[in-house]
């Protein structure tokens, strides 16, 4: 194996005094600017951490509003918040406000621009004080790298969140390539000066937060690690200060995000980076998309066997919230049993332990081990402009490397079987004029994904496969 797991002097570095910093608090943090959670008759247990640089007391699980439930199949749209059940919306805000967490992560992108505005109106029947709003720029395409429409999608942002003030305020996705006007593509460094830095965008944010429409200014961080980099060398000699930033982490990516992803880095050098600068981490993708929450039967088997009381999912948010330097770690629950199940993890958090950290590196080699592609269905990469479902067909690949059904050989007694479901899955989740087969290698999509997939070549790679099981092949 190439990594060998932590000594105890190392796990202890990372993640020993997050016991210290996981005191329960109140439900409803009316006070949570104060550094001092209020007393409740309906207190709740939701373990806490305080950000250093306001005294923020923050619910360790924070609400990430990327998938919003949608109203029930043949519903009319509704004329305000389109397709998205703002009736739920609201009970799981309310739900999530009466346990304790209280910091609400959106961006203008987010569920075909609505996210903001579906935020916006749960939250705003409730007490300013009483949560935290985590917005993004996401200045994406080209005509948006100038400062005016920058600024003008913020100033919207703040519309659409019914507020006079942002609490977090991040530089969006950090570190993703992309295209200049006259299609030449560039590296995430160069779009990252583009974006943020050459157009005097986050001179102006720094102005805002002086201002006070803006309490925390960050950013978040996917792909080009020399963004990374460049946005931290700001931070060091005093040109920006970051008063928190945003990384993948957990147990998959700690040691094997750069195996996986090839261009991208490991989560325990991310983490360590912003821990040598005490500038707090909010954690994104806990689940890496779900994958931490769907695992093979039989490595589903282990967790259950090591601890019967516990869910597959929340191993993986224990590990994600147990290092101390993490303020709040996001999780997308779209749905009111999800939301549920997280809070119960969290009331308190139960910290990973050394023993637990080593059992679960030994997971994340087996997982490793599937060759799953690390697809956390974003949907930055669509639409294609050829129509493909990418985000579906790795899901059906994943699927069934999971459920044992990619059949590799006709001489197993299985084959049969596992040939016909791949193939019948197949065609019944992705219609076959959105297949991989009708990959043209545009590669407009590469640039857009955050876990730096080569999209055209593992479409190729899934394309041949294909043919082969409808060829009978006996390889892969």
Known sequence: MKHSYMNRRSFLKYMAGATAATAPAAALVTACRSGEAPNRADSSSMTTRVNPNTGDVVSLLGYGMMRLPQLPEGTPDDPVTGPFDQEMINRQVDYALEHGVNYFDTAPVYCRGLSERCTGIALKRHPRDSYFIATKLSNFGTEQWELEPSKAMFENSLKELQTDYVDYLLLHSTGGGGRDTDGKELSGLDVCQRRFIDNGLTDWLVEQKEKGRIRNLGFSWHGDYRAFELLLRLHDEGRYHWDFVQIELNYLDWFYANEINGSNVDAVKLYDELQKRGIPAVIMEPLLGGRLASLNDDIAAELKQRDPEATIASWAFRFAGTPEGVLTVLSGMTYMEHLEENVKTYSPLKPITEDDHEFLMHIAEEIFGQKEIPCTACQYC???????????????????????NTPQSSGSPAY??????????????????????????????????????????????????VEQLRRYSTTL
């Open 382 to 404: 669509m639409p294609c402009p050829y129509g493909l479902d990418i985000p579906g067909i790795f899901a059906h690949y994943n699927k069934c490397i999971k459920e044992g």
């Open 416 to 465: 049969r079987r596992q040939r016909r479901a791949f193939l019948v899955g197949y065609d019944r989740s992705v219609p076959r004029l959105r297949q991989a087969d009708h990959c043209i290698g545009c590669n407009q999509c590469t640039s857009h994904c955050p876990q730096q997939i080569k999209i055209p070549r593992e479409l190729q790679r899934i394309s041949d496969y």
